[in-house]
């Protein structure tokens, strides 16, 4: 697990307590420069239909959480974010990304690649009241096999980083590489979380 000793706590004490981003220590958005030859295979990812999201920064997840359940932050628990989020995303033919969580929930954004940069996409969310998740993903890591590392400028320029998976969980090894890459981009190393899908309904 990734839970620092202080970030357990905060998890225990705000059982009843709403989400508060500030706990999430994200980041201003920093420069992800565009690499001479495209980090990810395409022709893999064009083979995706859908993946997992097993690893994330808290402030992805919570922004996450926050679309999907459409709520005031202050008006979600927190212990239903890391228990009930079960978050699966699936790659729509006609240019959108569709998130599903929280068993029965759906979330829908634009997706549009950026031209200078094949690793890279905007997402725009439609529909819905909250939208805090939108902004430009940077796909910076991936093994073309299994998994793919991204880093988002969300459009309140705050920085997150998550985990597309083709399964529920990483192996140890993935994880160490995935950690060690989420820190030499320079996001904050306490700021790491990862979901379980032990309980999810599929």
């Known amino acids: 697990m990734w839970y620092s000793t202080s970030f357990a706590l905060l998890c225990i004490a705000s059982v009843a307590q709403g989400l508060r981003f500030r706990e999430s220590n994200d980041q201003p958005c920093f420069n992800i420069s565009t690499p001479e030859t495209p980090v990810l295979d395409l022709k893999w990812a064009a083979s995706i239909d859908s993946f997992y999201y097993p690893a994330m920064s808290t402030g992805n997840l919570y922004r996450l959480a926050v679309d999907l359940l459409q709520k005031d932050p202050k008006d979600i628990r927190l212990s239903t974010v890391y228990y009930d989020a079960c978050i699966k995303w699936y790659v729509n033919v006609n240019g959108t990304s569709t998130v599903k969580g929280f068993n029965v929930l759906t979330k829908e954004y634009a997706r549009t690649p950026l031209k200078d940069n094949p690793d890279a996409f905007t997402y725009v969310g439609l529909g819905g009241i909250q939208d805090v998740s939108s902004g430009t993903l940077y796909t910076t890591l991936t093994d073309n096999k299994t998994f793919f590392f991204v880093a ?21 090894e993935t994880k160490k590489i995935v950690l060690d890459h989420a820190m030499s981009l320079g996001f904050n190393t306490e700021d790491f979380t990862e979901l379980k899908y032990d309980t999810c309904k599929n």
């Open 152 to 172: 988002t400028c969300m459009k309140n320029g705050e920085m997150t980083w998550g985990v597309g998976s083709t399964t529920p969980t990483l192996t140890e």
